[in-house]
């Protein structure tokens, strides 16, 4: 077995766990917002869920293969204190604080049922903090630039668009359903000849 392999499932688990963090975010917007008429299945949250739990799987794989590296000494410490790491300390404090961010929110739909709604939901706003926290740690941290940059400019851009999409459907009034008996109504004929 190579040397770097902590390196390499390090590096490749943390990108996991940001792509998957953004994904959780963009189905959490497409189900929040006024885009769909009909109700949402259940399949459509829990997807959401699993997506979201799954960025918290990657993020610990993320972090047991950081401590397992040789390369750079990460130990309890640098891995949960902010700037308490030797190696490029304002990168890895990102990433602390994005990971604190995705573990409350992971607690908090464990425990939705439980807490306030308004509690759930204020907490749930911190997916932004996760987003803009695990890419500054991405491209700071990271060494593969290029993939890093066009996955932050992509998922930045549609997470933006689609809150903003999310933001301005809070105007637009919802259609009413009609009731059966106008619908009743409306499909009487209109003469007698029809």
Same mark, same amino acid.
């Given at each position: 077995?190579?040397?770097?392999?902590?390196?390499?499932?390090?590096?490749?688990?943390?990108?996991?766990?940001?792509?998957?963090?953004?994904?959780?975010?963009?189905?959490? =917007?497409?189900?929040?917002?006024?885009?769909?008429?009909?109700?949402?299945?259940?399949?459509?949250?829990?997807?959401?869920?699993?997506?979201?739990?799954?960025?918290?799987? +990657?993020?610990?794989?993320?972090?047991?293969?950081?401590? =397992?590296? &040789?390369?750079?000494? +990460?130990?309890?410490?640098?891995?949960? $204190?902010?700037?308490?790491?030797?190696?490029?300390?304002?990168?890895?404090?990102?990433?602390?604080?994005?990971?604190?961010?995705?573990?409350?929110?992971?607690?908090?739909?464990?425990?939705?049922?439980?807490?306030?709604?308004?509690?759930?939901?204020?907490?749930?706003?911190?997916?932004?903090?996760?987003? $803009?926290?695990?890419?500054?740690?991405?491209?700071?941290?990271?060494?593969?630039?290029?993939?890093?940059?066009?996955?932050?400019?992509?998922?930045?851009?549609?997470?933006?668009?689609?809150?903003?999409? /999310?933001?301005?459907?809070?105007?637009?009034?919802? &259609? /009413?359903?009609?009731?059966?008996?106008?619908?009743?109504?409306?499909?009487?004929?209109?003469? =007698?000849?029809?």
């Amino acid at each position: 077995m190579t040397p770097k392999i902590w390196w390499y499932l390090a590096r490749s688990s943390g990108l996991a766990a940001w792509c998957l963090a953004g994904a959780a975010i963009l189905l959490g =917007l497409l189900l929040s917002g006024r885009l769909r008429r009909l109700p949402t299945p259940a399949w459509q949250q829990d997807l959401h869920r699993w997506v979201g739990g799954m960025s918290a799987l +990657f993020l610990t794989l993320h972090l047991t293969a950081l401590t =397992l590296d &040789p390369t750079v000494a +990460f130990g309890p410490a640098e891995l949960s $204190i902010p700037m308490a790491a030797g190696w490029r300390p304002g990168a890895v404090a990102w990433g602390i604080a994005a990971g604190y961010a995705l573990l409350a929110i992971e607690w908090s739909s464990l425990m939705m049922r439980r807490i306030p709604r308004r509690l759930w939901r204020a907490i749930h706003f911190a997916s932004y903090g996760v987003w $803009i926290g695990g890419t500054v740690h991405a491209l700071e941290a990271g060494t593969d630039q290029g993939a890093t940059r066009a996955i932050a400019i992509v998922g930045s851009a549609l997470i933006f668009n689609l809150t903003a999409l /999310r933001i301005v459907g809070r105007k637009i009034p919802r &259609p /009413r359903a009609s009731s059966p008996r106008t619908a009743a109504v409306r499909s009487l004929p209109t003469s =007698l000849g029809t």
